[in-house]
């Protein structure tokens, strides 16, 4: 038998359909959202959006399952009949307002034309100040689920961008029957049946062992906030693996499969990971790198990390303590310096060469020893996530002269994730939560040798490659294994059905000495400029609102 998984992710979603027997990937599809991320205008506008806003169209996830399970079917000659499930994974915190009966607002002519209609998607950070009173609320009341958020809700979570809808357009608020997470909407439109993920709750949405935080709480922060659960949300859960019901015979016809095929709960697209490299215990810290990355552990019990996104029993592989942390930019930082800032020279010579322009800015700077640039960079480009969680943090290159050229800058800039990665690693352990192995998956490391050897070097720790290109997918069509009763736990699944490469990417001694004294000086501009001694960062930020009229 076979299972598809559906891997939504910030720019395109694809699927793959696997044979349960071995993990075997037997056909992958890939849709390009049409529409993107919207970080510019509406589509059909020309008003500008804010700065700090990515919104997405649902829509465009409908047609990644009209376009990629026909195209998987057809490539693979599996017969419906043979497609014992499907499960999806999804970008998180991505939510949406939508109406009881499911249509998203942005579907209704109405509304199509105001921004808080749509799809925010992960890294719409213009909700930082509605995350800022998120905090502050939290703490003065006493409320003792923040720690399990490393002591700060981002900007990206679910809260603070429902909440900014309610305080900036309440009319958009009132007309959401439904505050949900994009990936239990797909479900919905795929099972009929409107299932909230509890892996997606426990990490974005403040859920605990105890529920959510209580109604009071909610009321301090607004009091039209005091019923949003109870209106707009639900108190029931389904858990990771479980069924959420079978194809409706509309989704039947959108994607060729038959009606009624299993439909698994949602996952996270980090989360669902982990047991795709065959991840299932203590110690390995999986990374899961493109746009951003996102950085997942497993511990026997419950620790409270400074910055890190949660910790949730059971939210990655039952009977641990499932623990995510992050970087909001890494694969998006590399993508602004060469699109915005590098000169004609190198897209000439790339050309040349006959490689893409990421591919000749890799070679060129691999030519470098540790050091030799004389640079080091903030990965702020994109806010910071773990360990600070603020998102008015902005980037900075220090060290530059005129003699910097752009393979220099682009090898900074992947030191600079790896430098963020080592914070993360560190404050993990001193806490108490050993990571004692690497695992990279996702794009970046798939096409980026240098950055890998850059992380085993500023790490100090071998770092194994997962052993499929599109892991997440792979791990979603493993929990539909389950979901469909082929396998009666993940555990199992990741047996028979995960990958890893059998290369191990080792440190290399005397670059890591050279990185050791370099991140010295990464942690000195990190606590200087992250920390509160300098908030220059944020009064550039406001300056440029108040020009701008913001």
Request: charged share 20%; net charge negative; proline share 5%.
């Amino acid at each position: 038998m076979y299972t598809i998984g559906v891997d939504f992710g910030t720019e395109s979603g694809r699927a793959v359909l696997v044979d349960t027997r071995d993990g075997r990937e037997v056909a992958t599809a890939v849709h390009a959202y049409p529409d993107g991320v919207i970080d510019q205008k509406l589509p059909g506008s020309d008003k500008p959006l804010p700065p700090d806003w990515a919104l997405q169209n649902p829509f465009d996830y409908i047609d990644v399952l009209k376009k990629t399970i026909p195209a998987v079917l057809k490539q693979s000659g599996i017969k419906p009949e043979e497609v014992a499930g499907i499960a999806i994974d999804f970008t998180a915190c991505t939510m949406m307002p939508a109406k009881a009966d499911g249509t998203p607002l942005c579907g209704l002519p109405e509304l199509r034309n105001h921004p808080h209609a749509w799809v925010k998607l992960w890294k719409h950070h213009a909700a930082q100040p509605q995350a800022d009173q998120i905090n502050e609320t939290a703490r003065r009341m006493g409320q003792g689920w923040l720690d399990r958020y490393g002591g700060k809700i981002s900007s990206e979570w679910f809260f603070s961008k429902a909440l900014q809808i309610l305080q900036e357009a309440p009319d958009i608020y009132r007309a959401a029957d439904r505050l949900l997470e994009a990936s239990d909407w797909v479900i919905w439109q795929l099972s009929g049946n409107e299932i909230r993920s509890a892996c997606t709750a426990g990490y974005k949405a403040m859920v605990q062992d105890e529920g959510y935080p209580v109604r009071e709480y909610f009321a301090a922060l607004h009091p039209d906030f005091a019923d949003v659960v109870d209106t707009k949300m639900t108190r029931t859960f389904g858990q990771l693996g479980a069924k959420a019901g079978g194809l409706t015979a509309q989704a039947a016809e959108w994607t060729g499969l038959r009606e009624g095929t299993p439909v698994a709960v949602a996952n996270v697209d980090a989360h669902v990971t982990y047991p795709a490299v065959k991840a299932v215990k203590p110690g390995t810290m999986v990374m899961i790198m493109g746009t951003s990355t996102c950085h997942m552990l497993l511990g026997d019990q419950l620790q409270t990390v400074e910055g890190m996104c949660g910790v949730v029993r059971d939210g990655i592989i039952p009977g641990y303590y499932g623990y995510e942390a992050g970087q909001s930019g890494v694969g998006d930082i590399f993508a602004w310096f060469v699109n915005h800032a590098v000169p004609p020279e190198y897209h000439e010579a790339a050309q040349a060469a006959g490689m893409d322009l990421h591919a000749y800015l890799e070679h060129e700077a691999a030519k470098q020893k540790p050091g030799e640039h004389g640079l080091i960079a903030l990965d702020w480009w994109n806010g910071n996530r773990s360990t600070l969680v603020d998102a008015d943090l902005t980037g900075l290159l220090v060290g530059a002269t005129l003699a910097t050229r752009a393979p220099d800058i682009y090898r900074a800039l992947i030191e600079s994730t790896a430098y963020g990665t080592r914070v993360i690693i560190e404050a993990f352990e001193g806490q108490g939560v050993p990571v004692t192995e690497l695992v990279a998956a996702g794009g970046l490391p798939e096409k980026n040798k240098l950055l890998v050897q850059i992380y085993a070097d500023v790490t100090g720790r071998s770092l194994r490659l997962a052993g499929s290109p599109q892991a997440p997918a792979l791990g979603s069509a493993m929990h539909a294994a389950v979901a469909a009763g082929l396998y009666p736990n993940i555990e199992a699944a990741a047996d028979k059905m995960g990958k890893l490469k059998a290369e191990v990417v080792h440190p290399i001694a005397e670059n890591t000495a050279v990185y050791d004294q370099l991140y010295a000086d990464y942690r000195v501009l990190y606590d200087y400029f992250g920390r509160g001694a300098n908030d220059v960062m944020k009064r550039l930020k406001a300056t440029r609102r108040a020009v701008r009229g913001e």
